[in-house]
């Protein structure tokens, strides 16, 4: 058995772990206004910050419904 191997009962995450997104990222999206600039500010590649906005406006929307 490899010293690497999990312990017997345990799994193993097979997925991508995830950033979460901050907890003031709606009011510094209203501030910078892109998510290039939240790249930027937050220190995290672009792609990470347009996944954020994207969640942030899909939720902000299902609330408005």
Known sequence: KSPDAP???TTVRAT???RRAPAD???VLQQLGS???IADHYG???Y???SWVRTL???SGA???
């Open 7 to 9: 312990a017997k009962g």
């Open 16 to 18: 991508r772990s995830y």
């Open 25 to 27: 990222l709606a009011e």
């Open 35 to 37: 998510a290039s600039a």
């Open 44 to 46: 995290v590649p672009r």
């Open 48 to 50: 990470t910050a347009q």
């Open 57 to 59: 406006r899909r939720k």
């Open 63 to 65: 609330a408005a419904e």
